[in-house]
């Protein structure tokens, strides 16, 4: 601690006049004011005497040179002793005219003692080195050596320093007590305690040195650990100092109470310094009052005081960081732990802190989760390639591996552990784990070449569950890519596997089995493993069971075995679940094969009654018409065809009820009904084939009836012009049509660009743009939507549902929200077909939102998760939309409860925004904890969505920061700006930063 030493007066030069003796110096009478001068010097008359020499030197132009420079160095001397302004400029006259008088020695001396007092030590010190010491009285070379002392101890040349000191004190003069004091200083600062205590103790009984002394004592006292003398010596100074003193004096009489083991009174101390300094204790006060804290378990306060201590960087950092996490783990906060951890590795002052720092750190990012950058795994990676050699070695080999299981980061694992598995049969196991994690997750992705990579590493020889169930994931990676027969191979593998008959998967082993014959046309072995899963299926999957039984039916219906495939879709149909409307329209045509026609028409009319939003409605409709008229009833199927057209009228199955019912009039020679019936669908479906068909029965009516004009107006007023034209028209854009169908879509675009080119306003013009637009959707949606525009501008034809659906898809994608919403509109608005009202429905929603038309999109949000229709996407999508939307007006509340539905299910990125959402509501809304525990949720279930898990982070940071735990505030911010990849939030955290530091 640093003492402050006093300043010293200038000490009078006491002169002894015996050097005047020994000059030979003869008066007469005219030198009378000379010795007069002289007598006055001797009387210490300065002044008086001055102005005698002065007076001698302006009127006695006979003097001699030896006069001249005594009377020259005579006024010199009083000039300095009176600190005359013009004393150096006498010392350097005297030194330019009288080079070899008997005084130079002693003006040196003079200009020596001049320069000091203007604290020029440089040229003081240089003046009385020129000095000739043996022409000096005792006490003034007693003077000579003080001042030296001190010039050189300014120069910190502190060795000679000491020697001029010592010199000083061998005498008795007015300089010796400060000498003493000097030296007792000096030795101080060389650590030479012993000879500072002698040097002080000669002079410690003195006024001037009885106050300051005893802190020098206390200070070296500290210094050799006599702990009780400076707890005596330091309560003592206590009484009799001032405020800055106290300051000093405190921090001693804490930290040797503390090391006295006497906690309570060092914390006294501390709280007594920290009253006086305003509440700004020095770092290394304030780590040892954590210390005290810490050691007497009061952790909570122990971690408020460590948290001040993190600036620097250096040991005090690490340790108060190590302690502070240490408090954390007392006081079960894992979470902060693991940061302070942290940070107590990264700062490198002490090697062995900051491994074990690591260590621990990893150890709690197992525990706790939410390693968000994985920064466990690299930093253990590190240690491992960097301290080969470490005691630690083996924890962090095994923590690496645990840390690669639960991170996922086994690609950087897999090189690692297949190299030290041949060395440690133990690894063998992690290694299968990793791999089959890595494999699962692959599959996850749909990467199933590189999951089939993966999984066949597990070794299919082994004996635990996963050895099995790489097996079956296998297969099912086959079945995904439609390798049906490597699926077919592996599914048999998994089964014949001694690990597979406790497997939860063997069920979904039969059941995927089956699928894998099914899809092969292997109808008989499909249905025995389909059977098989029937014997034991899974109990939490009705819906397979269901499934299994509808294709049961399925490959009985195949087989022709109709009464069998019934007795398999009564199943269902008594199940209630999903697929009853399947099983009813499967049934119904089972019957029919059977000839049971009136049985057929009941299950079909099920469908109609019960499911009248069933894809099967349409369809179920036509076949009951069909089957009437198999049954000669022809009203009733006119009934149920007309039904369908009224209903569904832009059903595919709706143009051909049309068609039927205008061929039942035709053979039933109504021909007014049959021409109405026909003309609506040539009509209604313009270059369909129903069309072309409805338009050659009209052309046989009308010549049978001969009125072939009236055809020919007909065909005009559809566009179709002169029938010569037309046919060479419909053989142009039918080329084009063969081709679509036959998927040999180049030439099918080449065909119908070239039918528009000639044919721009035929007959056949919207199929061909509709066909255009289909072959350039996938790669060319611009292009696409152009042709899908004029499908929807020209009226009246089977197209536009679809059009509307892709142009609104494709303007949705292109963020273009107004012309998406009113696709969308126009589609909801039109359709009957139950998925595209639901699709519009949430089309509306979305363009609603983001035309910021909030009101709007709530509503249509109520709708969407009021229709039986919607699948669990679209009401997950209509809770986040709701609750954004709510967000945005406000209705903090609303969207809690609409971001709680969006928590529930799955984990994508809007689930990691809803998380986030409902943090910075709690945030808003005062609700910290709440707050907090969302962004740790968000971090551990949606680390992938870093954009997110970053912007939970931040608000983290703001969240410490108003509980005033900067120290997690400014780590957390640190993790982003360190291991974040996208400069958007890393350039917000570390202004963040910035601001707290």
Avoid at 123 to 128: D, M, R, S, V
Avoid at 281 to 289: A, G, T, V
Avoid at 667 to 691: M, R
Wanted: net charge neutral; glycine share 4%.
């Amino acid at each position: 601690m640093r003492i402050n030493l006093p300043t010293f007066f200038s000490f009078l030069l006491l002169f002894s006049f015996s050097a005047f003796s020994q000059q030979q110096i003869y008066f007469d009478a005219s030198n009378s004011m000379l010795r007069e001068s002289i007598e006055l010097i001797q009387k210490e008359q300065y002044g008086a005497a001055r102005f005698k020499i002065n007076q001698i030197q302006r009127h006695d132009g006979h003097l001699s040179e030896v006069t001249r420079s005594d009377l020259a160095y005579y006024d010199a001397l009083c000039a300095v002793q009176l600190n005359d302004q013009d004393a150096a400029e006498k010392i350097d006259d005297f030194g330019r005219q009288h080079r070899s008088s008997q005084w130079s020695a002693r003006m040196k001396f003079l200009e020596g003692r001049v320069q000091f007092e203007e604290k020029r030590y440089s040229k003081a010190l240089e003046a009385f080195n020129k000095v000739d010491t043996d022409q000096l009285p005792s006490f003034e070379k007693a003077e000579l050596d003080y001042k030296k002392g001190f010039c050189l101890m300014k120069q910190n040349n502190i060795e000679e320093a000491v020697l001029s000191f010592e010199e000083a004190t061998k005498s008795e003069s007015p300089f010796r007590n400060a000498s003493h004091y000097y030296l007792g200083h000096l030795y101080y600062t060389m650590n030479e305690d012993q000879k500072a205590e002698a040097a002080f103790q000669s002079i410690r009984h003195i006024a001037q040195y009885k106050k300051i002394i005893p802190y020098y004592e206390l200070q070296m006292a500290y210094r050799r650990g006599d702990y009780g003398l400076v707890n005596d010596k330091g309560k003592e100074i206590l009484l009799k100092s001032d405020t800055k003193k106290r300051a000093e004096v405190l921090p001693l009489l804490a930290d040797a109470a503390y090391k006295n083991g006497e906690s309570a009174i060092a914390l006294e101390f501390y709280n007594q310094l920290e009253k006086q300094h305003r509440g700004q204790l020095s770092r290394i006060d304030e780590y040892q009052k954590a210390m005290i804290y810490y050691e007497t378990g009061n952790y909570k306060d122990a971690a408020a005081v460590f948290q001040k201590i993190n600036n620097s960087n250096d040991s005090l950092d690490q340790s108060a960081a190590y302690f502070l996490a240490q408090c954390y783990l007392k006081t079960d906060q894992k979470i902060f732990a693991r940061q302070a951890f942290l940070s107590a590795f990264k700062n490198k002052s002490d090697t062995e802190i900051s491994h074990d720092a690591l260590m621990n750190y990893a150890r709690l990012s197992l525990e706790i989760g939410s390693d968000n950058y994985n920064e466990a795994t690299v930093l253990l990676q590190e240690f491992i390639t960097a301290n080969p050699k470490s005691a630690l070695m083996n924890e962090a080999q095994q923590l690496l591996v645990q840390h690669y299981l639960t991170t996922k980061n086994y690609d950087a694992a897999l090189e690692s552990l297949e190299t030290n598995k041949k060395n440690d049969p133990k690894l063998q196991a992690v290694y299968e784990k990793l791999v089959f994690s890595l494999a699962t997750d692959l599959f996850n992705e749909s990467q199933f070449d590189q999951a089939i990579v993966y999984f066949a590493k597990v070794n299919p020889s082994g004996s635990g569950e996963n050895n099995a169930a790489a097996l079956f994931w296998t297969a099912e990676a086959y079945y995904r890519k439609k390798n049906y027969v490597d699926a077919q191979r592996f599914y048999k593998q998994f089964m014949a596997h001694r690990a597979a008959s406790k497997s939860p998967l063997k069920p979904l082993a039969h059941y995927n089995l089956a699928y894998s014959y099914f899809q092969l046309t292997q109808y008989g072995p499909a249905l025995a493993s389909f059977k098989q899963y029937l014997e034991k299926p899974l109990a939490d999957q009705p819906q397979l069971k269901t499934d299994s039984w509808c294709r049961v039916g399925d490959c009985h219906f195949i087989g022709r075995e109709y009464t069998k495939a019934i007795e398999a879709y009564k199943n269902v149909i008594n199940a209630g679940q999903q697929q009853t409307d399947y099983a009813l329209y499967q049934s119904g045509l089972a019957y029919g094969a059977l000839g049971q026609h009136n049985q057929k028409i009941a299950q079909l009319d099920q469908i109609v009654k019960r499911f009248n939003q069933s894809i099967y409605y349409d369809q179920a409709l036509y076949e009951i018409g069909a089957t009437h008229l198999v049954m000669n009833d022809q009203r009733s199927a006119i009934s149920s065809f007309d039904k369908l057209v009224r209903e569904r009228p832009r059903s595919v199955y709706a143009r051909e009820a049309q068609l039927k019912i205008g061929f039942i009039y035709f053979n039933n020679n109504q021909t007014d009904e049959a021409i109405t019936a026909l003309q609506k669908v040539a009509e209604s479906y313009p270059g369909t084939p129903d069309a072309r068909e409805a338009l050659n029965t009209l052309k046989v009516i009308f010549m049978e009836s001969n009125n072939i004009d009236a055809y020919f107006k007909l065909t005009k007023k559809l566009g179709f012009g002169e029938l010569s034209n037309n046919e060479q028209e419909s053989l142009t854009f039918t080329t084009g049509e063969n081709f679509y169908n036959e998927n040999r879509l180049p030439e099918a675009r080449q065909a119908l660009e070239g039918y528009l080119k000639n044919y721009p306003q035929g007959s056949n013009a919207v199929s061909a743009h509709y066909y255009l637009a289909k072959i350039k959707l996938p790669n060319e949606k611009d292009e696409a939507l152009s042709h899908f525009n004029i499908v929807i501008q020209s009226a009246n034809n089977p197209y536009m549902e679809e059009a509307l659906l892709e142009a609104a898809r494709i303007y949705y994608d292109n963020e273009k929200y107004p012309e998406a919403q009113k696709y969308y509109e126009q589609l909801f608005s039109l359709t009957d077909q139950p998925l595209q009202k639901i699709e519009a429905l949430e089309g509306m929603m979305k363009c609603s939102y983001f035309n910021k038309k909030y009101t709007d999109a709530i509503g249509y949000s109520e709708k969407l998760l009021n229709n039986s229709n919607a699948g669990p996407k679209q009401i997950r999508q209509a809770h986040y939309i709701a609750g954004k939307s709510m967000f945005e007006t406000n209705d903090l509340e609303g969207a809690k409860k609409q971001f709680s539905e969006v928590q529930k299910t799955e984990n994508d990125v809007l689930g990691a925004e809803a998380y986030y959402l409902m943090a910075r509501i709690n945030f808003n809304k005062g609700y910290l904890d709440d707050a907090e525990n969302q962004i740790f949720d968000l971090s551990e279930k949606y680390r992938r969505y870093e954009y997110w898990v970053a912007k939970g982070f931040i608000l983290l940071a703001d969240i410490y920061v108003k509980n005033n735990n900067i120290f997690q505030a400014k780590e957390t911010l640190k993790s982003i700006v360190e291991n974040y990849k996208g400069s958007d939030l890393r350039d917000e955290a570390a202004r963040k930063l910035s601001m707290l530091q």
